[in-house]
């Protein structure tokens, strides 16, 4: 069960990404040739973001850490930020000809916010997997899914 929940989340997680890479196109921040590279776009982001996204992030954080230390830590923010950016310039590069972000800046924005709303929208708890491995750290049990009414 818990197999075809996460193969659901990732092909949620999947749309919500080709729908911040359809608005940001419609902005005119990137472009893409046709409805398959849009596909293609959406499936290596995903990918980049499950696999490439951690390191990526662990590696710009241990390196501002004096930018987080003088922020009080909303230097993670813009940390974050960069990451998105260098995930989308490395599926531009990876793509090729069918995929060509125009202003990086304003496509990272316009898909990490579109990502998100729709994330949330949907129900999909983008922080559950590092509270569970907060909680097998601490020798607790993980918390369970409880709906308040």
């Not at 890479?21 to 995903?46: E, I, R």
């Not at 974050?80 to 060509?100: R, S």
Request: hydrophobic residues 60%; proline residues 3%; aromatic residues 14%.
């Amino acid at each position: 069960m818990q197999v075809f929940r996460r193969l659901g989340v990732l092909v949620l997680e999947w749309f919500s990404l080709a729908l911040g890479v359809f608005v940001a196109a419609h902005f005119g921040f990137l472009k893409y040739t046709d409805f398959s590279t849009l596909v293609v776009v959406a499936m290596v982001l995903g990918i980049f973001n499950s696999f490439l996204r951690p390191f990526l992030l662990a590696i710009f954080l241990i390196v501002s850490i004096p930018i987080l230390i003088v922020t009080l830590g909303l230097g993670a923010y813009l940390v974050l930020f960069f990451t998105n950016g260098a995930i989308l310039a490395l599926t531009d590069k990876l793509i090729g000809i069918d995929f060509e972000v125009t202003q990086w800046a304003y496509a990272t924005l316009t898909i990490s916010i579109c990502s998100w709303f729709f994330s949330s929208a949907v129900g999909i708890d983008q922080l559950k997997p590092l509270r569970r491995a907060q909680a097998a750290k601490e020798g607790k049990e993980p918390p369970k899914d409880v709906i308040d009414i």
